[in-house]
């Protein structure tokens, strides 16, 4: 009967992954004879050959592979296992994989940076990203949480509304513009429009209500440098009021009176209906919609 240890799959996903047994050795801190010993087990246990050895290179054979797949699956389980395990007897101190529209970073790093001072220990990782971008990490299941706009209706999603995000037209303090008691899109369509790259929330959302076509304008894939951009007088920006609350108080840029802006949307937070939330994903979770309002911006 086959019959194979952990050590020994430890020992020879390292040595396949890394291409000998000294390298292996050093990673899984152990000595170079003692992982040859686990290679060896494994293979008298199996009753085949694993690898092959040509010159200094290692590769594995046709079982080899087979048994290599079985390793780095059973590894990666028995790793995420004890991720969990290690969450649920200490959930304060859990690992936190976050997607940001890049629109929603400037708040959500601020709920953050509140939050960790309550759970101290746990660490996070933001991905801050387009709504294209998003999309596809909802439908690969890679973050434990995304912050997004309108939550797509094709990949089965918990979603929920937590805060209102409100998308304004910007320009310069001295732009003609803002000498009019109403501009119309048609004004709008005479200016130079600064707009964020095909793929963003935020682009798609203009696009649609306002029937521009930004195709000939200017493409920008941040919302700090449109801000930038229009602050340098270079033209009519399209951005959440998020990202320019400062700029606006301080009378930077200001805000164009025009008719459908603002547009407002919701800022919602989502996983995959399959997921399986950690304690700490669900604590956070919990905060955001704890420490925002549905109906306000701010
Ligand atoms: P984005 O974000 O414009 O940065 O893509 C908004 C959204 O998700 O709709």
Redesign the pocket.
């Known amino acids: 009967m086959i019959n194979y240890t952990l050590k020994q799959l430890y020992s020879f996903e390292s040595v396949i992954r890394l291409g000998g047994f000294t390298t292996a050795s050093k990673e899984l801190h152990i000595t170079q004879p003692a992982v040859y010993m686990q290679v060896q087990q494994l293979q008298e246990s199996i009753g085949a050959k694993l690898f092959d050895i040509n010159g200094k290179k290692i590769s594995p054979t046709f079982v080899g592979k087979k048994i290599y797949k079985t390793a780095i699956e059973t590894i990666n389980t028995l790793e995420t296992s004890k991720l969990e395990i290690n969450e649920i007897l200490n959930p304060d101190s859990g690992h936190l994989q976050i997607a940001v529209?890049?629109?929603?970073n400037s708040f959500i790093s601020a709920l953050l940076s509140k939050f960790k001072k309550e759970f101290p220990k746990m660490t996070f990782y933001i991905d801050v990203t387009?709504?294209?971008a998003?999309l596809d990490n909802l439908k690969n299941n890679n973050a434990d949480l995304v912050i997004?706009?309108?939550p797509p209706k094709d990949i089965p999603l918990i979603s929920q509304a937590f805060m209102k995000?409100p998308l304004i037209a910007i320009a310069h303090p001295q732009n003609n513009l803002l000498n009019k008691k109403k501009v119309t899109i048609k004004d709008l369509s005479q200016e130079t429009l600064l707009t964020?790259e095909v793929?963003?929330?935020?682009?798609?959302?203009i696009e649609r209500f306002t029937g521009l076509n930004f195709n000939s304008d200017i493409q920008i894939n941040s919302?700090e440098a449109i801000v930038e951009a229009v602050q340098a007088g270079l033209g009519v920006g399209f951005v959440?009021m998020h990202s320019v609350s400062l700029q606006l108080k301080n009378k930077i840029i200001k805000e164009l009176n025009v008719d459908p802006f603002p547009i407002i949307?919701q800022w919602h937070i989502v996983h995959h209906a399959d997921a399986e939330l950690s304690p700490i994903a669900r604590r956070f979770k919990q905060y955001v919609i704890d420490n925002t309002k549905v109906g306000e911006y701010l």
């Open positions: 529209a890049t629109t929603a387009n709504r294209h998003l997004m706009g309108e995000n964020r793929g963003s929330g935020t682009r798609i959302t919302n959440s949307r």
